[in-house]
């Protein structure tokens, strides 16, 4: 029996394991990034330079002085 | 993102032209025939493996003894990434062990030695994954990453150590002038792709930390309690 079979085989494997694995934290980096830009950096904070945790724990503290 | 896409770009030329170069240029080998090409993938995942292993050494011992999360975050992304290049070692062994040893597996030292590293890398994940307090899962997991990578040698020494199937480590020093280079090749083409894998990984992990943080953070302003400026990984 040919020898090709088999080192297509592994090749082929080598290529679609790290190709989805590569692709999938892709995906989830990519996820991450826009729920970071979404949830953190609030409108308006761009302008200030200021992150959205930022403003919110000026907000705190405006609460407990008042 | 620029940069990110730059080294990504780099990583998949530097791992075609590698492989497409080994595969085409080295002769077939006497006893072997053409399967010893898949030496070019299986030997460098194999080290590209214990590479990430090592970060995972590495990274666990700095965060023991500094408390940064940052290498609490480093040392799970190099695990991961370590467990899917030994997967793929072991895989591929078994393709190049079918044709040449007539059996998928057997447990020889070095076949069951790396499978015992999997176990510990992917029980490692998987205790990862159980502990919600972040500084108890950092203790733990570079509890169990430092001991795990402590398999790593012995893997590595079972061929000379015991009684083995395997052939003796290929190396630089054990292959013909004719497959050096290639093995080479792929094996810096390897370890490069595991470095652009686990940086993306910490960068994800980072980022869904200071997100955790953040939702922490959020919840404690709710109810009234004064945020204490979140966590710095």
Known sequence: MSDWPWVIAAYSLTW??????????????????????????????EASGRTGSERRTDATSNEAEA | VKGGGLFGAGVLLLFVTAQVA????????????????????????????????????????????????THDLLAASAAEVGVVLTGLTLALGS?????????????????????????????YLALRSFVEDPGQRGRW????????????????????????????????????DPYVWGLRMNAVA?????????????????????????????ALAGGGIRAGGGVHV
Do not use: C
Request: glycine share 6%; no cysteine.
């Open chain 2, 141 to 176: 997991a570079a509890a169990v990453g430092i001991l795990g990578f402590l398999n790593v040698p012995i893997v590595y020494m079972s061929v000379r150590w015991w009684r083995t199937l395997h052939q003796p480590s290929s190396s630089p020093a054990t292959v013909d």
């Open chain 2, 22 to 69: 080994a595969v085409a240029i080295s002769p077939a080998e006497a006893g072997m025939g053409h399967l010893q090409k898949i030496m070019y993938v299986h030997v460098p995942a194999a080290w590209s493996a214990f590479f990430a292993f090592g970060v995972v050494f590495g990274a666990s011992l700095s965060y023991l003894f500094r408390r940064r999360e």
């Open chain 1, 16 to 45: 679609v394991l790290l190709g989805i694995y590569t692709l999938r934290i892709g995906r989830r980096l990519a996820r991450a990034r826009a729920e970071w830009n979404r949830e953190a950096i609030l409108p308006g904070a």
């Open chain 2, 95 to 123: 393709i190049w062990g079918r044709p040449t040893w007539g059996v998928w597996w057997t447990w020889d030292p070095r076949l069951t030695s790396t499978a015992v590293l999997f176990v510990i890398f992917a029980g």
């Open chain 2, 190 to 218: 390897f370890v490069v792709l595991a470095i652009y894998l686990m940086r993306r990984r910490h960068q994800t992990l980072v980022l869904e930390r200071r997100l955790e943080a953040l939702e922490e953070e959020r």
